[in-house]
């Protein structure tokens, strides 16, 4: 599907909720994408792009950096404690804070640095064990400990179980995230993107429906 047919359909959702426009980001995710096809999207104007890992991001965008300006790289996927200062040498945001030790050591860098990347705490809405994620239960205390580490959080962060709806968890992000005062909502897919915007998305995470399929690495 066509990047501008996307950004129509975010349009359309804006409206139906009665947002502003430009009120949602769209993230195209490149991650495991030919070159050429990020490229397109990148010649079409857009600037906003998530990849999931730390490795192949370093072996991808600088060149585009170099020759395309504004880039903005989210980091979408799980981030190793030992990967921290390469992905803070990279990305502009980090969608996947989730845990006490990694807040601890983006908090040391980010001291060192004077610069401190958009950080949203990703939260297992879902409450899968097996998932990376902070348990609902948790999220008000761990948001605290973060700023008690001097880190401004910018919103949450959820991706849905694939069985449920996601519509409930898209509205149980929402109320955890206002409570907590944080203005930041990462959620929505190809799929539910949509449904997001309507419960307030600020971020929505678009890969497939701008890209198509993934071209797995054999």
């Known amino acids: 599907m066509p990047l501008t047919d996307i950004q129509t359909r975010i349009e359309t959702a804006c409206n139906k909720a009665g947002r502003k426009l430009g009120s949602v980001h769209l993230i195209a995710v490149s991650k495991v994408q030919p070159n050429a096809r990020v490229e397109a999207v990148l010649a079409e104007g857009h600037r906003v792009f998530g990849e999931n890992r730390v490795q192949e991001a370093q072996g991808k965008w600088p060149d585009f950096k170099a020759r395309f300006e504004g880039v903005k790289l989210h980091l979408i996927g799980p981030l190793q404690s030992n990967k921290v200062k390469p992905a803070l040498d990279l990305f502009d945001a980090i969608h996947t804070l989730d845990r006490e030790k990694l807040a601890r050591r983006i908090a040391t860098e980010v001291q060192a640095r ?4 958009e950080l949203f705490i990703q939260v297992s809405t879902g409450e899968e064990p097996q998932k990376a994620g ?17 880190l401004k959080i910018k919103g949450l962060m959820c991706i849905p179980p694939v069985e449920e709806e996601p519509s409930m968890h898209f509205a149980l992000l929402a109320k955890m995230a206002k409570r907590n005062d944080l203005g930041g909502l990462s959620m929505g897919m190809s799929s539910d993107f949509e449904s997001a915007i309507a419960l307030g998305a600020t971020h929505v995470r678009v ?3 701008i890209f198509g399929e993934r ?4």
């Open 207 to 209: 890969g497939s429906a």
């Open 114 to 117: 004077g610069a401190c990347p």
């Open 215 to 218: 071209v797995k690495p054999a």
């Open 134 to 150: 902070v348990m609902p239960a948790d999220v008000d205390a761990f948001i605290k400990a973060c700023q008690g580490l001097d």
